[in-house]
Structures are given as C-alpha cells and as structure tokens.
C-alpha cells in the first residue's frame, strides 16, 4: 500500500495527474519531517475553481488528511492546468501544520474551527 493516497485518482474536470501529486507530496512529507510511517490521504475538490481556493489539514487517528480546492493547485494564467509550484507550497504548507498536529498541538482545533488570525499566525 502506497503512503499517499490522493482523492479522486482520476481528475475529469482539470488535467492534474494523481501520482504526479503523490510523489510531490511524499518528496515534500520526507523534507517537512513528517514521520515515514504517518499514511497521507489527500483530497481535491476539483470542481472548486479559481479564484475558491482553501485548504485544511488534520490528523484522524494516525493519519494526515489534507483537503484543496481544485484551484490550490491551477495554474491562474492557463485555467485547469496544474502549476507544479503552487501545489508545492500548497503540500508543504498543510504538511507542516500536519507535522505540527503530531508533535504536540494534538489538542488544537481542527482546521475548520481555526480563525483566520490562528492559520495565519500558523
């Protein structure tokens, strides 16, 4: 079994590509220190379209889950074309706060409950 899940493994409405989001985010998951053995699901809502972008990150019972909207990743000048850099910063992003949810803010309030000052300040 893979470490990285990415939902839905196949896009229909943008031309991203699920194992290129895969590798991206076990490259980044090794360099944020996120433990090896902490499986990754990531999931995209590709029907959300710039400029609706968001992004949470938690941790249920072991395991990362990350959530973007389609338009984290899509390239602003070439719409529904992934923009490799984007979702570099996007991953690291949300992997970070993973990390962190692992290594002591385990009692912090999940992503949706955060203000704006709190995931800013994080």
């Known amino acids: ?12 409405l943008v031309r991203y590509d699920a194992g290129v989001i895969a590798g991206l985010a076990e490259e980044l998951a090794t360099k944020v220190g996120l433990p090896d053995d902490v499986p990754i699901h990531i999931e995209i809502d590709e029907e959300l379209p710039l400029p609706l972008t968001g992004s949470t990150a938690d941790v249920i019972d072991g395991r990362a889950e990350l959530w973007f909207s389609g338009a984290n990743f899509e390239d602003g000048r070439h719409r529904t074309t992934f923009n490799e850099q984007l979702a570099r910063t996007d991953l690291a992003m949300e992997l970070f706060r993973a990390r962190d949810r692992l290594e002591g803010f385990s009692d912090a309030p999940v992503d949706e409950e955060l203000t704006d000052a709190q995931r800013a300040a994080w």
Request: glycine content about 0%; cysteine-free; aromatic content about 8%.
């Open 1 to 12: 079994m893979a470490r990285v899940e990415v939902t839905p493994e196949q896009f229909t």
